[in-house]
């Protein structure tokens, strides 16, 4: 493959395909079903499907934060709300970095631009197994002076072909941030208990339009997320505790050949505007690294 080329990497019936253009997940197949929803390729403004969204996901109120006594601006790529979307490598070519029959590795530095003058490398990698896929992400701040990071992953998951209304959705989150539907910005973290969006014992997703992120519960398996088509598979998406939060959303794009045709289950490690609130924000010395890791596998649902 070239340096601009997708990558596509397998093991025995499972098969991925990651485009160099935002280090991005365009494909995912187990076997005959493809598990990934989407259009296939990168189109961050058909809603991100499958990308890396560092150095902070979700949105960023007006692109505006202070850090370490100094204000940033950063560019407003979300003018439905205008704030600032995602990071700043979603639509960014990544370099090779390794590559074998069932696993790729892509590394970018982020940051030197206005807005975020910080310097720091990351390298995503995807490795697919009998079951499914494995991503990790590492990164260490190759700049001079401290820097705020966060990351996220943004996929679709398509368990089936029964609709969407028909498959379950069950996380064991216990919190949740509510959003000002003006602003789509978080105001306040609340107990998903009586609540719409408890699926803590699992249930049908239903006609039901949301993007929410959760909070992680700091227990062993607090982070897994199961959906389910009853017709076809159950993807369990595992995430490690770097992963702090879990965005989930209904997949209501204004795209009508793909709204409602999967469901964005997207692994944070902080939740949106957290550059602007310093929740969960990384906060990363000059040469600190870490690291963070999610995985989907599917069987047939009983």
């Not at 407003?76 to 970095?97: K, V």
């Not at 239903?206 to 982070?223: K, L, N």
């Not at 949106?272 to 690294?289: H, K, R, Y």
Request: net charge negative.
């Amino acid at each position: 493959m070239t340096a601009a080329e997708p990558a596509t990497i397998a093991w025995g019936g499972t098969r991925a395909t990651v485009d160099p253009i935002g280090a991005t997940l365009t494909g995912l197949r187990l076997g005959d079903e493809s598990i990934l929803a989407g259009p296939g390729r990168v189109a961050p403004a058909l809603g991100h499907h499958g990308a890396v969204l560092t150095p902070w996901p979700n949105r960023l109120a007006d692109g505006r934060y202070e850090f370490a006594g100094r204000a940033h601006q950063l560019p407003i790529n979300d003018p439905a709300y205008g704030h600032a979307l995602h990071g700043l490598a979603f639509d960014q070519l990544w370099a090779l970095e390794r590559r074998s029959t069932s696993s790729v590795s892509f590394g970018r530095i982020v940051g030197g631009v206005d807005g975020y003058p910080f310097l720091v490398a990351v390298t995503v990698t995807y490795t697919v197994t009998a079951t499914g896929l494995h991503c990790d992400a590492a990164w260490v701040n190759i700049g001079d002076r401290i820097a705020p990071f966060g990351i996220g992953f943004h996929p679709y998951f398509r368990p089936g072909p029964s609709p969407l209304t028909d498959w379950i959705l069950k996380l064991t989150a216990p919190s949740y941030l509510e959003t000002d539907p003006l602003s789509a910005l978080p105001t306040r973290l609340r107990l998903v208990d009586n609540s719409g969006f408890d699926f803590r014992e699992g249930r049908a997703l239903g006609p039901d339009r949301f993007s929410v992120a959760y909070a992680v519960a700091p227990t062993e398996d607090a982070g897994d997320v199961t959906l389910s088509d009853p017709a076809g598979l159950t993807l369990t998406i595992r995430t490690s505790p770097a992963f702090r939060w879990v965005q989930v959303f209904s997949g209501d794009l204004p795209s009508k050949h793909l709204t409602r045709t999967g469901v964005g289950i997207e692994p944070q490690t902080c939740p949106p505007n957290a550059f602007a609130t310093g929740t969960d924000l990384i906060v990363l010395q000059p040469g600190e690294s870490g690291s963070a890791a999610w995985s989907v596998d599917g069987a047939p649902s009983d």
